[in-house]
């Protein structure tokens, strides 16, 4: 089976601009999730969707916006971005989601530099 | 606190044991977990324990769980150079209502010595 798959692995952008990662979940998957991870604050959560809908939310300001598919891939937009943005966007998994307590496999991220 | 926390660093020598220690925050996380980052690579899980246990092992992997203290450790025996890496702890946290999100602590760099 194959793995989480994250769209593109590295990307440049300057402030202002905006940017949409893309994810594709394990075959059969219906939760993901999003992270974002940077030497100062670690791997903090974004957001959570199942079956096309936002389940949870992390404390990020409303640049950040999610959206899931009828095929559970998922995408995340940030706008107008700020140095501050620059870091690995990681998503996972799981059939079920958080709230069951299921395995949440990891993509390999992508690494977003904001110049 | 709020905070999953863990202690930034830890150095082994190869073939001995490793022990990674974390404390986690809430009482109520269901899940506890123990993810491995390589460099440039997303997170693999290693293993999980679910709150009703108090050990897991799984090959040269051992959890212990005391709900207790709130406190998490994973054990690594004989230690290989190839377990070099970051090692993370996450908590399956209520964070509003019924949802639950996973709360990473900071990471434990693990670097195996020859």
């Known amino acids: 089976k194959a793995g989480v798959t994250q769209t593109p692995r590295y990307l440049i952008k300057t402030r202002g601009q905006q940017v949409t990662l893309s994810c594709s979940p394990i075959?059969?998957?219906?939760?993901v999730s999003w992270y974002q991870q940077t030497p100062g604050q670690g791997l903090q959560f974004l957001f959570e969707?199942?079956?096309?809908?936002?389940?949870n939310k992390g404390n990020f300001p409303g640049r950040f916006s999610g959206r899931q598919f009828s095929n559970s891939r998922s995408e995340m937009n940030v706008s107008t971005l700020e140095l501050g943005d620059s870091a690995l966007y990681l998503c996972?998994?799981?059939?079920?989601?958080?709230?069951?307590?299921?395995?949440?496999?990891f993509g390999p991220g992508t690494r977003l530099l904001v110049l | 606190g709020e905070d999953v926390e863990q202690s930034l660093f830890l150095s082994v020598r190869e073939g001995d044991s490793s022990v990674i220690n974390c404390t986690y925050t809430?009482?109520?996380?269901?899940?506890l977990y123990w993810y491995k980052q390589e460099p440039g690579a997303g997170l693999q899980l290693l293993t999980y324990?679910?709150?009703?246990?108090d050990m897991k092992q799984d090959q040269r992997l051992t959890v212990l769980l005391n709900k207790k203290d709130k406190h998490l450790s994973l054990r690594i025996a004989d230690t290989q150079t190839g377990d070099s890496a970051i090692y993370f702890c996450?908590?399956?946290?209520?964070?509003?209502?019924?949802?639950?999100?996973?709360?990473f602590g900071s990471g434990t760099q693990l670097t195996v010595l020859p």
């Open positions: 324990i679910f709150s009703n246990m």
């Open positions: 996972a998994s799981s059939l079920g989601g958080t709230a069951t307590g299921e395995t949440q496999y």
């Open positions: 809430d009482s109520s996380s269901t899940y």
């Open positions: 969707y199942f079956s096309e809908t936002q389940r």
């Open positions: 996450a908590e399956n946290r209520v964070s509003s209502g019924s949802a639950r999100q996973l709360t």
């Open positions: 075959s059969g998957h219906r939760s």
